[in-house]
């Protein structure tokens, strides 16, 4: 089976607190990618990061930074100093073979000041 | 415009009558795809098209989804007899395909269209 579990349905945090959003997923293709999309409360989805499944280094890029880890079929999104304009629902997708990109559930995030 | 064009943004219709979901790819973009969010579900996959290939319609919940794509570019997804229970947000996405060897493109968003069924 494809699958994304995003078990967290909503969290909430102070501003300035760090915060991980987390994502299991479940394939049985060797070759596969992964994403999380940012849809802010506009309703657009935005693109945030991608990652396949050869390369398990982790990536840091201001105050995001992702975690991948095969052992547990985990790729997690951990926000640091959380700010209000960090609200939004966060969506880990995966993208096996062929072309279906198939989306978790989505964590809502409330940043509150 | 620059991103993925979606319209109407809103449509409130009576339980029964037939709708209409329009989306307008990024220019060169061959791969476009429908979606559906429903309140507080992820996103489930409908539709796929990608340039002449037939499309891939094993995600439409009912023979009373269909969509198209003309000319490779817009694309319409038809809902007709509407039910309640197709009251959603449907999101439509485009994207270039993947080259051999290469990482599969991210998907752009349009801003969806929210269908709500009386």
């Known amino acids: 089976a494809q699958k994304v579990t995003q078990a967290q349905t909503e969290i909430s945090v102070v501003e300035k607190e760090d915060v991980t959003l987390d994502c299991v997923y479940e394939t049985r293709d060797t070759t596969y990618y992964l994403f999380w999309y940012k849809q802010p409360p506009s309703g657009e989805l935005v693109f945030l990061i991608r990652r396949n499944s050869f390369d398990e280094q982790n990536e840091i890029s201001g105050r995001y930074s992702w975690n991948f880890q095969k052992s547990t079929s985990s790729f997690n999104f951990t926000i640091t100093a959380s700010q209000v304009v960090d609200s939004a629902v966060y969506f880990c997708?995966?993208?096996?073979?062929?072309?279906?990109?198939?989306f978790g559930a989505g964590t809502r995030l409330f940043v509150k000041a | 415009g620059a991103g993925v064009s979606q319209s109407p943004s809103n449509k409130v219709t009576e339980k029964g009558k037939d709708v209409e979901l329009r989306c307008d790819p990024i220019?060169?973009?061959?791969?476009l795809y429908w979606y559906r969010q429903s309140l507080g579900q992820g996103l489930e996959f409908l539709i796929y098209f990608q340039g002449n290939s037939a499309p891939d319609k094993s995600g439409l919940p009912s023979d009373r989804f269909s969509a198209e794509r003309t000319g490779g570019s817009v694309s319409t997804l038809t809902i007709q007899r509407t039910q309640q229970e197709d009251s959603a947000v449907y999101l439509c996405?485009?994207?270039?395909?993947?080259?051999?060897?290469?990482?599969?493109?991210?998907?752009?968003f349009g801003e969806g269209s929210r269908l709500t069924v009386l």
């Open positions: 996405a485009s994207s270039y395909p993947a080259r051999e060897g290469e990482s599969p493109e991210e998907l752009f």
């Open positions: 997708a995966l993208k096996p073979g062929g072309f279906k990109t198939i």
């Open positions: 220019s060169g973009h061959t791969a």
